[in-house]
């Protein structure tokens, strides 16, 4: 069973930074792609990105837009989330998910495809 924590969040001004860590209870997780995604009350859980298993490339979702950046430290069993210029519509719960497929060649960016998730870190963003 795979443990994830996340970390990180909290109260920041519109234009403001904010560091996310997620730290997996096993090693195995560095053969697996990880993903970040959010939930804004009422809303949907969404799509932030994801990194690939190596570290070796990242995707995002269209409104990150540049903002957020997406590393790994697989020594440390961690995932990190950078998200610079925030934006009050950043407010969410952010989530880390390990990708259910090891080795995955694409990097995907669907719920499903998503396994053993955290608890989550609240982030808000005032205006």
């Known amino acids: 069973q795979v443990q994830l924590v996340e970390s990180g969040g909290g109260l920041v001004q519109a234009g403001g930074s904010l560091r996310l860590s997620c730290a997996a209870s096993?090693?195995?997780?560095?053969?697996?792609?990880m993903g970040w995604f959010r939930q804004a009350p009422g809303k949907e859980r969404e799509f932030v990105g994801v990194i690939r298993w190596n570290g070796s490339s990242t995707r995002y979702a269209d409104y990150v837009n540049g903002r957020f950046t997406i590393s790994r430290d697989n020594a440390k069993n961690t995932v990190y989330l950078q998200m610079n210029s925030l934006k009050p519509e950043d407010t969410a719960v952010y989530y880390c998910?390990?990708?259910?497929?090891?080795?995955?060649?694409?990097?995907?960016?669907?719920?499903?495809?998503?396994?053993?998730w955290g608890q989550g870190t609240q982030v808000t963003v005032s205006s």
């Open positions: 096993v090693r195995t997780v560095s053969s697996n792609a």
């Open positions: 998910a390990v990708d259910r497929r090891i080795l995955r060649s694409n990097l995907v960016a669907t719920l499903h495809e998503y396994t053993y």
